[in-house]
């Protein structure tokens, strides 16, 4: 199969100012790849996410998408070209139901949003069941399903997901981690994942980047970065 790159950033810097975060960042994504991206804390890596998004206002480089630079691009531009965000800590809104928080999702599209809803309910049966409660008295991992939910609504061809088992428990973060290479598998939706836990995000992405201080350190197919020695000691406990 010919890889086809959907999305390329080329020499990002970006700053918080007047501090530069990222120096000179390149990453890509071929269709149909999950690739993640782990790193210590404060390496930039959700930074990176948020660029892809358009939310950051000063940086400089290429970040092209489906072969278009995106770099002046605001999110709600991004979001029309087929790319959603999941940023870390979930947010969904407390307040409203899930029924509601999912409508949300699908607020660019015109028209009848009820078989993306259908699909969502069949994707996370929990979610049908609880369509009405509000989003706040969820537990953490419904709320991830709600936000991940809302992300599929648009039915984008790239999602972001900053940190998705972030303060899940095992069990919670093997099933969204399973429902992500799913859609993946069966949808052909591309993931870029921030993710802490190297050992399960290694496993399942096609390629993966570390990043450290805002710069690229490695890269490589998942499964070569679990056996390489540096990751070992480093990101997964000397070899737990
Ligand atoms: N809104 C912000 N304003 C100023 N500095 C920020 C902001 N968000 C993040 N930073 C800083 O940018 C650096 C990278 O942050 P981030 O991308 O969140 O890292 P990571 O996701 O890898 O933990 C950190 O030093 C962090 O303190
Ligand atoms: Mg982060």
Do not use: C
């Not at 930074?47 to 072969?67: A, E, M, P, Q, W």
């Not at 278009?68 to 870390?88: E, H, L, M, R, W």
């Not at 992300?151 to 095992?170: F, H, I, N, T, V």
Request: hydrophobic share 40%.
């Amino acid at each position: 199969m010919v890889e086809k790159r959907l999305l390329d950033i080329r020499n990002l810097d970006s700053w918080y100012w007047p501090i530069q975060i990222l120096h000179g960042v390149n990453m890509h994504l071929n269709e149909g790849e999950i690739v993640s991206i782990i790193g210590p804390n404060g390496a930039g890596k959700s930074t990176v996410l948020k660029n892809i998004f358009g939310l950051i206002s000063k940086r400089k480089g290429h970040i092209f998408y489906k072969g278009k630079n995106i770099i002046k691009d605001k999110a709600s531009d991004i979001v029309k070209k087929g790319i959603t965000f999941v940023p870390q800590g979930r947010s969904v809104f407390p307040s409203m139901t899930v029924r509601e928080n999912l409508e949300l999702g699908a607020y660019i599209k015109k028209g009848d949003i009820e078989a993306e809803m259908k699909e969502i309910f069949r994707k996370f049966p929990r979610l049908k069941e609880r369509q009405s409660q509000k989003a706040g008295l969820l537990s953490g991992g419904e709320q991830q399903m709600v936000a991940i939910g809302r992300a599929l609504m648009l039915r984008p061809k790239l999602m972001l997901l900053d940190e998705p088992s972030l303060g899940l428990s095992p069990q919670i973060k093997k099933m969204i981690f399973e429902k992500v290479v799913d859609i993946n598998k069966n949808e052909g939706i591309s993931f870029m994942i921030v993710e802490q836990n190297a050992k399960i995000s290694l496993s399942l992405s096609d390629r993966a980047y570390v990043l450290e201080l805002g710069r690229n350190k490695l890269d490589g197919p998942g499964k070569q970065l679990l056996k390489d020695p540096k990751i070992q000691s480093i990101y997964l406990g000397g070899g737990v």
